[in-house]
């Protein structure tokens, strides 16, 4: 045996060939198994009542085939097209998008002047933070009540106001339940807001009073930068929890709602317990699904939450690792020349 035969391949000594048929070890370091609890709970709580929820809204439901709901009539899409056509469905997912995007833009600049006013240091700055929460802590029903109270025609706010408007009842609805929201929502931004400014370094702080920077300049360049994925999440959670609120317009104006306020889950409430059109109300209630989605999945999109340093390599990434392996793997010159010698 010749010192040809017996010299080590150093050249490819840095990288170890993978056999062939092995497992990759971007694929090993994720135990895929330890999902398994999770995902079985998933099913069981959100995919097995969506598609329950998918089948009765086919299916012409009511009080009289309840009992025997397996046997119902098979409508198909007939409760989505009497949701878009004979019912107010359309009306009530604008009442509910734009009160959500008003309340939403409203809450964002209260709840980070709030979070900017409690950073630094001052005494009496936990009592502020607490009162800051009340809004927050106290449950939907105290605070539809409440409001509910107040908004009476002899209430405290016409009595201040030094009006009679009726804040219950007609277009100056919309307006009640906006004002409501606003109060109730904005300690959530505020909370999200605190916890982005605790990521701001004393440092940065300290560097910028010394180069004498102006308050707007520290908001705009060193503040705003850190509050950007807090604010991002608190808007959309924002956007979903007030097209979602059911509890704050059902106790603030009871049933049946004035038109401006008549929100998609009250409507959807109405249409199963009141008229128990159980099937149309199932249709109406996909409809919100995927109206709450689509914001959800933007935001999903947007922050690429499906990607990063941990997603393991791509396709392309594959692909190269795959003939680097191959060259590897090659038979050179110098070990053709030493298998002839």
């Not at 919309?174 to 982005?196: D, H, I, K, N």
């Not at 010159?333 to 030493?338: E, I, R, T, V």
């Amino acid at each position: 045996m010749t010192s040809t035969q017996t010299r080590p391949r150093t050249e490819h000594a840095e990288r170890p060939v993978r056999p062939h048929g092995t497992t990759p070890l971007y694929k090993k370091e994720r135990p895929l198994w330890m999902l398994l609890p999770g995902g079985v709970l998933m099913l069981a709580v959100i995919v097995v009542p969506l598609l329950v929820g998918v089948f009765i809204a086919m299916l012409d439901l009511d009080q009289y085939t309840l009992r025997q709901w397996f046997s119902a009539p098979f409508v198909g899409f007939a409760n989505f097209a009497e949701a878009f056509t004979d019912s107010p469905l359309l009306h009530s997912i604008w009442i509910s998008v734009s009160l959500s995007v008003l309340v939403t833009a409203v809450t964002v600049p209260i709840g980070v002047a709030a979070a900017i006013s409690t950073q630094n240091r001052f005494p009496g700055r936990g009592l502020v933070r607490s009162i800051y929460l009340i809004p927050y802590v106290l449950p939907a029903f105290v605070v539809g009540t409440f409001f509910r109270t107040m908004l009476q025609p002899q209430g405290v706010v016409n009595s201040i106001l030094h009006t009679d408007v009726l804040w219950l009842n007609g277009s100056a609805s919309y307006w009640a339940l906006a004002g409501v929201m606003v109060w109730t929502s904005w300690p959530f931004v505020y909370l999200l807001s605190l916890a982005g400014l605790q990521a701001v370094d004393n440092e940065v702080h300290e560097a910028a009073a010394l180069d004498g920077v102006t308050w707007w300049a520290k908001l705009r360049y060193i503040i705003f930068p850190y509050l950007r994925g807090p604010l991002s999440l608190a808007i959309i959670i924002s956007i979903l929890h007030n097209i979602n609120n059911f509890t704050l317009p059902f106790v603030l104006f009871g049933i049946p709602l004035p038109s401006s306020v008549e929100v998609m889950p009250v409507l959807t409430y109405i249409a199963s317990f009141q008229s128990f059109r159980f099937g149309l109300s199932a249709a109406m209630a996909i409809c919100s699904l995927v109206i709450v989605a689509i914001p959800l999945f933007v935001y999903l999109r947007a922050v690429k939450l499906d990607t990063g340093d941990d997603a393991g390599p791509t396709r392309k990434q594959r692909r190269a690792d795959r003939a680097t392996l191959a060259g590897a793997t090659a038979p050179t010159a110098a070990d053709l020349d030493g298998a002839r010698a």
